[in-house]
């Protein structure tokens, strides 16, 4: 029903920006929230930034003034700005999406989301 790509990881110095994207394919419903989350080596899959229906947009606190979450206006491309990057944002990036409701919040957590796409490697070296 939807798939979701991402794009746009790559190596990067400290203190330097990626932007993320992810395509979404979808021709029935549309995405109503979206998500970006990270998983690093060893570590559980934590919640960076999120899209509500209303365009609210929700930040974890260790990414605050540094990342950004959009879309292009039509809600098939999602972008995650990361700037000032640190060797702390290392991970595996996904998008994540709840598709066809009419009001969903901006969450961090992972259970409302049930579309994913399968990452994109960001590694930031010191």
């Known amino acids: 029903l939807v798939q979701l790509e991402e794009s746009g990881g790559a190596p990067v110095q400290s203190g330097g920006s990626l932007r993320l994207s992810c395509a979404a394919s979808t021709h029935i419903v549309s995405i109503s929230c979206l998500a970006w989350f990270r998983q690093a080596t060893g570590k559980e899959r934590e919640g960076v930034a999120a899209l509500a229906s209303d365009g609210v947009t929700t930040y974890a606190d260790s990414v605050k003034g540094r990342f950004s979450i959009s879309h292009d206006g039509t809600k098939k491309m999602f972008y995650l700005q990361m700037n000032d990057l640190k060797p702390e944002d290392t991970a595996r990036y996904y998008c994540?999406?709840?598709?066809?409701?009419?009001?969903?919040?901006?969450?961090?957590?992972?259970?409302?989301?049930?579309?994913w796409g399968q990452g994109t490697q960001v590694t930031v070296s010191s």
């Open positions: 994540a999406a709840i598709v066809g409701v009419d009001y969903c919040s901006g969450s961090l957590w992972e259970r409302p989301y049930n579309y």
